[in-house]
């Protein structure tokens, strides 16, 4: 489950970066919502979200989604933090970057440990699948 949830997680901080691009590029003129139909990186940033969302559906119908939205938030934070930083200039402090491997710490905790979890609870596979 977990390379699926970093795919999705690329895919839907790649869709925040270009929709961000597109409104940057249309600045005031997104008051105008017919705008949205000639910005490409709009259009772009839709359709990859679209394809991250279909992915997530996916596995929210094999996992427990008490395992693996903690774990899609926390990766999609640190992906948009990444790619602010690299693709639009966004500054990363030493606040930010604190609380980013305090995150990165949680995401390990809880892919490692929600299984004993479950298992303990008698759930075993109440997800649906295997990871």
Same mark, same amino acid.
């Given at each position: 489950?977990?390379?699926?949830? %970093? ?7 790649? =869709? ?7 409104? /940057?590029? =249309? ?16 259009? #772009?940033?839709?359709?990859?979200? #679209? ?7 996916? *596995? ?7 395992? +693996?939205?903690?774990?899609? *938030?926390?990766?999609?934070?640190? /992906? %948009?933090?990444? =790619? ?18 305090? *995150?990165? +710490?949680? %995401?390990?905790? %809880? ?21």
């Amino acid at each position: 489950m977990i390379l699926i949830l %970093i795919g999705i997680t690329l895919l839907a901080s790649a =869709a925040d970066v270009l929709l961000k691009t597109g409104a /940057n590029q =249309a600045g005031d003129a997104l008051a105008d919502p017919l705008v949205l139909i000639r910005i490409p990186w709009i259009w #772009l940033g839709a359709v990859t979200g #679209l394809t991250a969302m279909s992915l997530w559906i996916y *596995v929210l119908s094999k996992h427990n989604i008490s395992h +693996a939205y903690p774990i899609f *938030v926390g990766l999609t934070f640190l /992906n %948009i933090s990444l =790619a602010s930083s690299i693709y639009l200039g966004e500054e990363i402090g030493i606040t930010r970057l604190t609380g980013m491997l305090l *995150v990165m +710490a949680g %995401i390990v905790t %809880i892919h490692r440990y929600s299984h004993d979890s479950d298992a303990l609870a008698g759930d075993g596979d109440a997800g649906g699948g295997a990871d």
